[in-house]
């Protein structure tokens, strides 16, 4: 027995390694690491993938090239490089930041062209902490397009849900709350941005509880006339009202034993609150015109986008009803919070759209060098938009862009994708060259130039020789001549890949511009005009080759 007492009063070894072990678990769960997810890739089979970096918080530096790192779809083990051939051997480095939780991207020496959100990266770039937990969007050489974030080192694994796309964080929460709440019969209410996927949200609630066998049912109220919301809810009784010309079955009676979901709840109308109210109460509905309650069994899921406490204190919405409605909340993200999603997403809708027209096929990973039917710059532009739309306008976008497409040999830029592209920040649209790069051009004489175009203009009306003056009035400065076109830069990037004809800076080669420099003195302007590029393009990869 001394023994005994002593084991139980005296503190036991393991007990202390116990709540090592605990807060060192505690400590990896809190742990970030940064990632690289593929947002775009010439072989659109592995975007999604994702390269854990490792903790570069410790000192350690990342590489990035053709070879470096691995990435492999969530949950695989098969690590494959990204492996584009004109991305450069030689490797960008990602190393710590000067504070905890940021990062450097540093060229040192690679060939591989870097822009970073939308700037032009020509020997490094510190990336804040903020940024960092945002997402930096990073393309390389104009052919793949990654994005660096972080993820918690203690991987969360969460069974796929119907309809809800995604591997991020914020997803998979929602995924794991579904888990938890699927198979109890409380009343659940569905909160989030305009097209974050609240039906979706509640048919997987449905799918995954013991009554997916039976009905489920969703009702928009914001489309119920609130005349009739009472008795389209509850049901009615043949000379009730004008034109109750038979009994007539309500959504909840339709619904007994299954699931209703009613989306937009804010919407619902005074009196129809007053019996939602009594409904999850007691379990009991009154058929407009009947003096008989009756039972229903019905799983009840709301949804809203409205601020449904200060439609409370505006006296819009009962505050008893959000508390019987409230059994469990659950927030659905905006696109804009799930940017690691965006590759993912935007594929698997142009996938299905291009698969209903029959034209799948350009989606092909393209051979060797060939450019891909979507541009990187496009994807990598897209995903800094804000989306305050979220997943079904990027939906209508993908199908907008497959039509105004159809049948046709490249990409095409519409009005809606036009207008999108101007929204995602003209300023960072167009990579500029570093500004010590700037600051050692020469100076020259301010090119004389016409008033922009005065409206705006489809890039399909802009043909190649209109193009192409344009840029030789502007010196080809891709932003004077875009104004005077009446297009976005973005747009006119476009048109430059869809002329062949019409050199990039990036084309030349050393030999060329040794030649050009020679026949001109020097003069940078005189080899601007001789090689028909733009200063910054012929700066850049002047910088690129060594010259």
């Known amino acids: 027995m001394a023994e005994e007492t002593c084991e139980l009063t005296a503190p036991h070894p393991a007990w202390g390694g116990g709540r090592a072990r605990e807060s060192d678990r505690r400590r990896r769960a809190r742990t970030r690491l940064p990632v690289l997810t593929i947002l775009f890739h010439p072989d659109a089979r592995r975007v999604g993938e994702q390269a854990t970096l490792g903790d570069i918080g410790g000192g350690r530096v990342a590489l990035l090239s053709r070879n470096e790192p691995g990435f492999a ?104 709350e579904i888990r938890r709440v699927a198979d109890l019969d409380l009343p659940v209410l569905i909160r989030g941005e305009t097209g974050t996927g609240k039906e ?72 129809a609150q007053v019996l939602l109210l009594r409904v999850l109460e007691s379990g009991e509905v009154q058929r407009v015109g009947s003096q008989d309650a009756q039972k ?127 929204e995602a920040g003209e300023e960072g649209d167009e990579p500029e060259e570093a500004v010590q790069l700037a600051a050692v051009a020469e100076p020259r004489e301010p090119v004389r130039r016409r008033a922009p175009a005065a409206a705006y203009r489809s890039p399909s009306e802009v043909g190649e020789a209109e193009l192409l003056a344009a840029l030789r009035v502007h010196q080809w400065e891709v932003k004077a001549a875009a104004a005077e076109l009446g297009i976005s830069r973005p747009a006119l990037y476009l048109l430059l890949e869809k002329f062949p004809g019409i050199r990039k800076a990036a084309d030349l080669s050393a030999a060329e511009i040794l030649e050009a420099r020679e026949l001109c003195g020097g003069d940078l302007d005189a080899m601007v005009t001789r090689l028909e590029v733009s200063k910054r393009g012929l700066l850049q990869r002047m910088s690129q080759l060594g010259i």
């Not at 000067?98 to 939308?118: F, H, N, Q, Y």
């Not at 393309?139 to 918690?152: D, K």
């Not at 119920?224 to 008795?231: F, G, K, R």
């Not at 696109?335 to 759209?353: I, N, P, T, V």
């Open 73 to 176: 779809a969530p949950g695989s083990v098969d690590l494959r490089p990204l492996g584009d051939l004109h991305l450069s051997r030689s490797p960008l480095r990602v190393g710590p930041g000067r504070e905890p939780g940021s990062c450097r991207v540093d060229v040192a020496g690679s060939r591989t062209r870097l822009v970073i959100d939308g700037v032009w990266v020509p020997q490094g770039r510190d990336l804040s902490a903020a940024e960092v937990r945002r997402g930096a969007v990073l393309e390389l050489a104009e052919r793949v397009v990654l994005l660096l974030h972080t993820l918690p080192s203690t991987p969360f694994v969460v069974p796929p849900c119907p309809g809800l796309v995604g591997e991020s964080e914020a997803i998979l929460r929602v995924r794991d």
């Open 200 to 271: 979706m949200a509640a048919r997987a609630i449905h799918e995954a509880s013991r009554r997916r066998k039976a009905v489920c049912l969703c009702v928009n109220m914001g489309a119920v006339p609130a005349t009739l919301a009472t008795s389209e809810l509850f049901g009615s009784v043949k000379g009730s009202f004008t034109g109750a010309v038979r009994d007539q079955l309500g959504y909840f009676q339709r619904a007994h034993g299954g699931t209703l979901f009613l989306d937009e709840i804010g919407e619902a109308p005074p009196e």
């Open 296 to 422: 229903v069994d019905v799983r009840l899921i709301a949804a809203t986008d409205a601020d449904l406490e200060k439609a409370i204190e505006e006296g819009r919405f009962r505050a008893p009803l959000l508390h019987r409605l409230a059994g469990y909340e659950m927030y659905l993200p905006p696109l804009r919070e799930r940017r690691e999603d965006f590759g993912r997403l935007f594929f698997l809708f142009l996938r299905e759209e291009l698969r209903a027209i029959g034209e799948e096929r350009r989606l092909d990973p393209p051979e060797g060098t060939d450019p891909s039917w979507m541009p990187a710059s496009i994807i990598a532009r897209l995903v800094r938009h804000p989306w305050p739309g979220n997943v079904r306008q990027l939906r209508n976008t993908v199908r907008q862009i497959v039509v105004d497409s159809r049948s046709t040999g490249s990409m095409q830029v519409g009005p809606l994708l036009e207008r999108l592209l101007r």
